[in-house]
Structures are given as C-alpha cells and as structure tokens.
C-alpha cells in the first residue's frame, strides 16, 4: 500500500479526531476522509478543503492522487481547476492510498466511490464491499468515535444489511456505541458540480443514531436549503427516486418531442407552456402514492395520443405503458381484497376520486365489477354517488356499464361496515375517517387504498395497498 502523498498538509495525527473534541479546537471544523476521488468525491474535497476543513483524500488510483498532489484537478468540472490549485496550497488537503489510516486519521469519512452497473443491471457494489473491510480494520484500534457517511448511490438496504455488518465485523465493535453509520445522497450534477454542492435540492440525512446526524449538520448544515433526517431505507431510496424521475421527465419531453414533431408542432412552445403551470404541472400534484387514476379525461385523451401516435408511425414507449401500469395497479387492489379470504365486502366510494360523483372509467368501478364476477357478497357506499341524482355522461355511463350497481348501493355507513368482514377505503374524506374509527370492528380488516396518514385514528386491521 503506497503512503500519503508529499503535499503540503499538517499532520492529521495532531488533531483529535473526536468530532465535539475537533470543533472545540477548531471552530465548526473537522478532520475528514474522503474514500474515492472521482466526480463526487474530488468536488467534496476541495469544496471541505475551502470550507477550511482538513481533509485526506484515498483513492485506489495512484494517478488520481498525483494530480491531487500536484495541485490539479483529477475531474474535469467548472472551476476545479482554481479551487483545488488553492487548496491544496493552503496545506489542508492530505492524499493517500491508505485507508486504514486515513479512518484512525479522520473524525468522519465521506464514502464516495463508484457503484457502477453490472452486466445484469444490478448494481456493482465490489468497490464499495472491498473498502467497507478497510473502514472496519481501520476502526480497530481506533479508540474514539468515528462517523462513516455512505454517500455513493446505493441500493435501498445496503448500508444497514450490508456495509454496517462488515464495519462491526471488521472492528470488532458495535454501530450507534463506538461508531456511527448513516447515508447522505448527493444531488450535485456533472458540469455544474461546484455549484449544486453550495446550494443543494436539500439535504438528506439517513441516520439511526444521533451523533452521526449532529456530525452532518455541523459539516452542512449552513447549506441554503431543508435539512431532513429519515431512514437510512428511505434516504437510499430518495437518491434512486430523483435520477429515476429526472429520466422520466427527460423521456416525457423527448416523446412529446417526437410527437409535436410528427404533427407540425413546435415542441418547445408547447412543453414551455407544460412547465408554466406550477399549479398541476411542476407541483407535488398527483405525486401522491394512491390507487389507480381513473375517470373521464386522463384514460381517454392518453388512449387518442397514442393512436395519434401510431397514426403518424412514432413509438413513445413510457406514454404507452401507463394504462398497463395503471391497470397493474388495479389489479394489485383485487388481489389484496382477495387475499383476505372473506367473501363479504364493504366498498368505500365508488367514484374514480373524493370529492366527485363521476364513474367513468373509475378504478373502484372495476375493483367492484371483478368481486361481483367472483360472486363476492358486495355493498358500496359514496356518500356523493346518488343514483337517482346522477345525470348526463354519467348516467349513461351507468346505465350502459354497470346497471347493476345501484342495487348494491347503500346510503348508511354503518350499514354497509356491520355487514362486511373486509372494508376497502377508496375515498380519503377527513369526516368519512372519524366516522369510521367509531364504526369498523376490532376484527375487520380495512384495505386503504387511499393512504390515510398515519396519525389517524383507526381500529381493526388495516392493510396499505403498497404502503
Ligand atoms: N457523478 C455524479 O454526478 C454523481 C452524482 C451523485 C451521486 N453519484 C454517485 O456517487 C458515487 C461516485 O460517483 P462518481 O461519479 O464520483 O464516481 P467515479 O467513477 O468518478 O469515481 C469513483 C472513484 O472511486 C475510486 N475507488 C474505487 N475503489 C476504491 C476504494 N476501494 N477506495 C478508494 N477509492 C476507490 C475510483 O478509483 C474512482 O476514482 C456513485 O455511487 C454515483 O452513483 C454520482
């Protein structure tokens, strides 16, 4: 294993090493370690050299750590060049291949290295296994605290199932008492990375115990943004969910792109004008897990786009899977109500949303077709679907598709709750829930596929639909 490089640094041995002992001395300042020094791992380094921290980079990349060592930029990203010019000058960045050391050197460490894809599309974690044996040999005989900040993208789990066993493993010692572990993903983008490292979406932070979220507020907390602590799971998962949104809105330009441009449409006016509306458009609107959308617009205009589309000979594969996704997840309400093994059911709302009386192409319509066909014994109540008021589009649409709803209907709650052993929640009204908390049974089971929060009042068994 090759030693540190000969830049100009202090000796990190002369520091404590313990976080709270480290920002007595020093202000808010800390020792750190960075472990891979790519595109993530170089822009935090110099970024936490600036910031006045003292930092050791490590990386397997001999070469990597001689531009460093020189003064220059292992990536090629706006204003790098400059900044890691000056601070290694300052004498406040260390390099070095070893990673051992570099933990008993640091306070905390910030684990940056690749997690690329595998031939099989799962994620290559073989970086990432071989250094966590490193951090855990490198805490052995340390005798203070130390924080590992997992900040590579990594699959929902790893760190707590995989990368935390291997540290304790490998030290002999225990996470939350003589270490802390926690994931923080990174948000900064290629060509802008400077940039998006001084002023993030937000900050995340995954953590289970409390030293390791206080060390990452003290390094971040200036940040202009939110600062959140969750799960180490849902912090893992968040960075998936970003990248995979960013992909999906890329694709949903490109194919409306494809499509303007087969019908004569500027494409750039018209997703100008998409981003306008920060009402339903760029807005948490329908970003809400919760049952399948349904009623009179959505289903028909996405089905005219794509025989637009096969009109003109343009294939848009994402807008073409969303009616099958939406059906899968109809599908996946029939077979938990199905899966409860009672044949006596009790619907919640019958309309495609709260708040409507429509039933065009509602998701709960088919829920309840499907538990008839099955000879399910089935009531329904949707205190806004009044049969003999229903009129126009409406009507029609039951006196065509479903004549045979009305008689199942009831206008009681209670009723409808006292005769079923399995209730399927598929309106989300504040006073529909204190009405059920007093009716539902301790054993019924309610299947929500509304997503009622967590805080409220319930009795029985309650299943999510995928929550
Ligand atoms: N590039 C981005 O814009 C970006 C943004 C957010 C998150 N991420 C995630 O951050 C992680 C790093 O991405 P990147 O683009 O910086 O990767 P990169 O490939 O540019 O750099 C990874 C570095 O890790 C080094 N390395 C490998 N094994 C090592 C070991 N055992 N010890 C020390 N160093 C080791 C490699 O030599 C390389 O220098 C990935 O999980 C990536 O998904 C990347």
């Known amino acids: 294993m090759r030693t540190a490089m000969a ?5 990190p041995r002369t520091w404590s090493g313990s976080p709270a002992d480290v920002n007595q001395n020093t202000g808010n300042l800390l020792k750190i370690s960075i472990f891979g020094l790519g595109y993530v791992g170089a822009v935090s380094l110099a970024c936490l050299a600036r910031d006045g921290h003292e930092v050791i980079g490590v990386d397997v990349d001999q070469a990597k750590l001689d531009l460093i060592g020189e003064g220059k930029t292992p990536v090629v990203e706006e204003g790098m060049v400059e900044l890691m010019q000056k601070v290694v000058a300052s004498g406040r960045v260390q390099v070095t291949t070893d990673a051992q050391r570099a933990v008993h050197d640091s306070a905390l460490s910030l684990i940056c290295v690749g997690t690329p894809s595998a031939p099989n599309g799962s994620q290559d974690q073989s970086a990432m296994l071989r250094l966590a044996h490193d951090l855990g040999r490198g805490m052995r005989d340390k005798d203070r605290p130390h924080v590992f900040v997992f900040r590579s993208t990594l699959v929902p789990g790893t760190v707590e199932d995989v990368l935390q066993p291997i540290i304790e493993r490998e030290s002999g010692k225990r996470a939350g008492e003589d270490f802390s572990v926690c994931f923080q993903p990174e948000f900064l983008r290629e060509g802008t990375s400077i940039r998006d490292y001084d002023k993030p979406p937000f900050t995340i932070v995954g953590a289970n115990d409390d030293a390791a979220f206080t060390a990452l507020q003290e390094l971040f907390g200036h940040l202009p943004c939110a600062f959140h602590r969750t799960s180490v799971r849902s912090a893992e998962m968040v960075k998936y969910c970003c990248n995979n949104f960013h992909a999906l809105k890329i694709t949903f330009a490109n194919e409306t792109a494809r499509l303007c441009a087969a019908l004569g449409v500027d494409p750039f006016e018209v997703m100008d004008l998409v981003c306008q509306d920060r009402q339903l458009n760029i ?3 329908y970003l809400k897990p919760g049952f399948a959308f349904g009623g009179s617009c959505l289903p028909k205009d996405l089905r005219a786009t794509m025989h637009l589309a096969k009109l003109h000979d343009v294939e848009l594969p994402v807008l073409n899977s969303i009616i099958p996704s939406n059906r899968q997840h109809a599908d996946l309400a029939i077979a938990k109500v199905m899966a409860v093994g009672s044949r006596r059911v009790g619907m919640i709302g019958l309309s495609f949303k709260t708040g409507t009386d429509d039933l065009r192409e509602s998701p709960l319509v088919l ?9 399910y014994n089935l009531r329904i109540y949707d205190p806004e679907v009044h049969l003999s008021r229903l009129l126009g589009a409406n009507r029609r649409f039951i006196d065509t598709h479903v004549p045979h709803m009305g008689e199942l209907m009831r206008p009681d709650l209670a009723e409808v709750v006292a005769a079923s052993d399995v209730l399927v929640l598929g309106l989300a ?3 529909l829930l204190v009405s059920l908390a007093d009716l539902v049974r301790e054993d019924q089971t309610v299947i929500d596929l509304v997503g009622v929060p967590k ?8 299943e999510g639909l995928c929550w």
Do not use: F, M, N, Q
């Open 429 to 431: 009204s504040p006073s």
């Open 7 to 11: 830049c100009p640094v202090r000796d």
């Open 455 to 462: 805080t409220t009042k319930r009795r029985g068994h309650w």
């Open 283 to 285: 807005s948490p609107a």
């Open 367 to 375: 829920l309840a077709e499907h538990l008839i066909g099955k000879g």
